[in-house]
């Protein structure tokens, strides 16, 4: 059985990387998403509204961060506005909606986003693009194909 995974497909800037997901080698149909780093301030800012005190004890609350990240960060592949996004719409095909609701995602890649987003913000997910596709001040082009996370 194949495995459903995640993979970084393209990089614009220093704070743009674009996904898509696959079923084995093959890319999963309207699941391609550019994503775009909001900034340290508004990420510290996000995991301090994660933590809560109620009744003198601290509460973990993540839906607050998954809410806001795919608010403010993850947006559809509809229309491409450059020569990357044109390349890689031709590659994949276009994701048929600009934004993306946790409701409407499938199950099978809930899971997958679930991984996804830590990496994200944190930046370690930065770490798994070629250096060959970094320039000096930290933007570059296509990031080539990556395996990011999997889930069976």
């Given at each position: 059985?194949?495995?459903?995974?995640?993979?970084?497909?393209?990089?614009?800037?220093?704070?743009?990387?674009?996904?898509?997901?696959?079923?084995?080698?093959?890319?999963?149909k309207g699941q391609l998403w550019?994503?775009?780093?909001?900034?340290?301030?508004?990420?510290?800012?996000?995991?301090?509204?994660?933590?809560?005190?109620?009744?003198?004890?601290?509460?973990?609350?993540?839906?607050?961060?998954?809410?806001?990240?795919?608010?403010?960060?993850?947006?559809?592949?509809?229309?491409?506005?450059?020569?990357?996004?044109?390349?890689?719409?031709?590659?994949?095909?276009?994701?048929?909606?600009k934004t993306l609701k946790r409701?409407?995602?499938?199950?099978?890649?809930?899971?997958?986003?679930?991984?996804?987003?830590?990496?994200?913000?944190?930046?370690?997910?930065?770490?798994?693009?070629?250096?060959?596709?970094?320039?000096?001040?930290?933007?570059?082009?296509?990031?080539?194909?990556?395996?990011?996370d999997q889930e069976e």
């Amino acid at each position: 059985m194949s495995k459903t995974q995640i993979e970084v497909v393209g990089q614009s800037g220093d704070r743009n990387i674009y996904i898509q997901f696959f079923k084995g080698a093959e890319p999963v149909k309207g699941q391609l998403w550019k994503l775009q780093y909001p900034g340290n301030k508004i990420v510290d800012e996000w995991s301090e509204d994660m933590v809560r005190s109620k009744d003198g004890e601290l509460q973990l609350k993540s839906s607050f961060r998954t809410e806001k990240f795919f608010k403010s960060c993850v947006m559809g592949v509809t229309d491409p506005v450059d020569s990357l996004e044109e390349e890689l719409v031709e590659q994949y095909g276009a994701t048929p909606t600009k934004t993306l609701k946790r409701d409407d995602i499938h199950p099978r890649l809930y899971g997958l986003w679930g991984k996804l987003i830590p990496r994200f913000l944190d930046g370690s997910i930065w770490d798994d693009l070629p250096e060959s596709d970094e320039t000096a001040n930290g933007s570059g082009d296509k990031g080539g194909d990556r395996k990011e996370d999997q889930e069976e």
